[in-house]
């Protein structure tokens, strides 16, 4: 079945720093591919989208773009701020899910000063 | 502001009791969902529901049940048959079409007292 495979946590970086969060997935069909970022105590923000194979996503300085020929949606971001500290989470949505997301574990993130 | 509203933001429970979390939306969305999330599990579909008075199961229905008799409210009960029940319990929405994201309420924490 379709899936969602997230490099696994917690990233500790310095501000600043470089960002890179894995993400792979595994589908039937062309899904969309989204990430989401959860604050401690809060629900999930959709933090960026892409729909179709080559389509970057971007949004806060951060960006991925849909990968078919490696089927990779990896997060980056060029420089990161104390404020970034979240859970990241990948996900993906076929038509065959009924609309439904399937998501990946989620990556923790935490940005020291 | 639309969003989404869930109510209460904790709550506790004793062993062999029901509890019924709330999930209120002004988006005028067609399809609710609930979602388990538990630590290093991402997010697991409970159940979900894409029009009024019909709902389906997800991956871990077992010991939970839902209803949805109007569009904006889509309530969880937790029943005594959920044998581990404490974990942050999020409800999301989204218009069901397309590749519309998903938009999350800010989640309810129940712990077993």
């Known amino acids: 079945g379709d899936s969602v495979t997230q490099m696994e946590g917690p990233v500790t970086l310095s501000e600043e720093a470089f960002l890179t969060i894995n993400c792979t997935y595994t589908?039937?069909?062309?899904?969309?591919l989204f990430w989401y970022v959860q604050y401690p105590g809060e629900g999930l923000q959709l933090l960026l989208k892409?729909?179709?194979?080559?389509d970057k996503g971007s949004n806060k300085g951060f960006e991925a773009t849909y990968r078919k020929e490696t089927t990779s949606f990896h997060l980056e971001k060029g420089s990161v701020q104390v404020s970034d500290s979240a859970v990241y989470f990948c996900a993906l949505r076929t038509g065959g899910s009924q609309g439904n997301l399937i998501f990946g574990k989620g990556t923790k993130l935490s940005v020291k000063p | 502001d639309g969003g989404i509203t869930q109510s209460p933001k904790y709550l506790f429970r004793k062993e062999g009791q029901n509890v019924t979390l709330s999930c209120e939306q002004n988006?005028?969305?067609?399809?609710m969902y609930w979602y388990r999330q538990d630590p290093g599990q991402g997010l697991r579909l409970i159940y979900y529901?894409?029009?009024?008075?019909?709902?389906q199961k997800g991956d871990i229905a077992e010991g939970y049940s839902v209803s949805r008799e109007k569009k904006e409210s889509f309530p969880l009960t937790v029943t005594s048959a959920q044998k581990n029940p404490t974990a942050f319990y999020l409800c999301a929405s989204s218009t069901g079409k397309g590749d519309q994201p998903q938009h999350f309420g800010d989640g309810t924490r129940l712990s077993i007292l």
């Open positions: 892409a729909t179709k194979a080559d």
């Open positions: 589908a039937t069909g062309y899904p969309s």
């Open positions: 529901s894409q029009i009024v008075n019909d709902f």
């Open positions: 988006l005028n969305h067609d399809a």
